[in-house]
């Protein structure tokens, strides 16, 4: 089907991920696909970015945050936007707490790769996010910072600190977040899908420890039958050396139950080391 768009989903491989990652059912998809095709003007799948999704369909003026959206998701051009890349950002970004959100404001901070930044580059994208709204909070967070470390360079650990001491600095970001939440499917309902998400991932990990109690003591349960056995036959070898034809017969049975033993232990020994949800 390639990029066009049809009354039929478009095969592509973000949104079978995104469906996998952020457990989006087929029919929210057809939803996104109907929004996605109100606001393409050229009805191929060939939705302008900047024009159509960020200003007409989210309502957001162009900043350093909508021009980084290409390059911090990946997308094949920096104009257009493929139902697939469409998908993609709106469930990555919607599904994304709002504490995540700093992962995307450190990709616009750090534009040279190289793991940190300057004062300069600090004041310089808060001034360009707020564009160039007055703000008071900058220097003062700033101040916070070199509290902790005072060499005038700061990494992505210390932009989580200043976001959790001065969360209003991001306030952009959380309103593109939101924007992208609402003008999509509606709070409520991102809301709604992430109880839903969190229900299912508790259900599956108590099932997991259900599973791993059962099999803890059904492994007890055969230990103890194994020593029960086994003290039987030791008592039954005692007894054969009063009947030596029968030892050959004893030893066997008793070689039976080590080699059961032994691989009962290695396979609580893998349940151990399994990963618990």
Known sequence: ??????????????????????????????????????FDSSGKGRM??????????????????????????????????????????????????????????????????VGTVDTYDMKRFFHRIWRHRPYTTVPQALVYLNTIDDDGVYNYPELELLHVRYPFLFSPVYQLWQHIRSRTLGESWWAAHKTRRANAKRHQHERANELVERLNREHHEAQDGIRTTV???????????????????????????????????????????????
Request: with cysteine; glycine share 2%; charged share 25%.
């Open 1 to 38: 089907m390639g990029n066009e768009v049809s009354n039929h989903l478009p095969s592509d491989p973000r949104i079978e991920q995104c469906m996998k990652t952020y457990d989006i059912p087929a029919q929210t998809i057809k939803v996104l696909l109907e929004i996605y095709k109100r």
């Open 48 to 113: 302008f970015m900047m024009e159509e999704f960020f200003i007409h369909l989210l309502e957001v003026p162009r900043s350093p945050l909508t021009d980084a959206m290409p390059g911090f998701m990946a997308t094949n051009s920096n104009v257009f936007l493929t139902f697939g890349e469409f998908v993609d950002i709106v469930c990555t970004f919607a599904c994304t707490e709002r504490m995540e959100l700093t992962k995307f404001a450190w990709y616009i901070l750090d534009s040279r790769k």
């Open 231 to 277: 003290i039987r036959h030791k008592i039954d070898v005692r007894r054969s050396r009063r009947y030596p034809w029968a030892i050959p017969t004893a030893r066997k049975r008793l070689t039976q139950i080590a080699a059961v033993e032994a691989e009962l232990e290695h396979q609580f020994l893998r349940l151990q080391e399994a990963p618990h949800f």
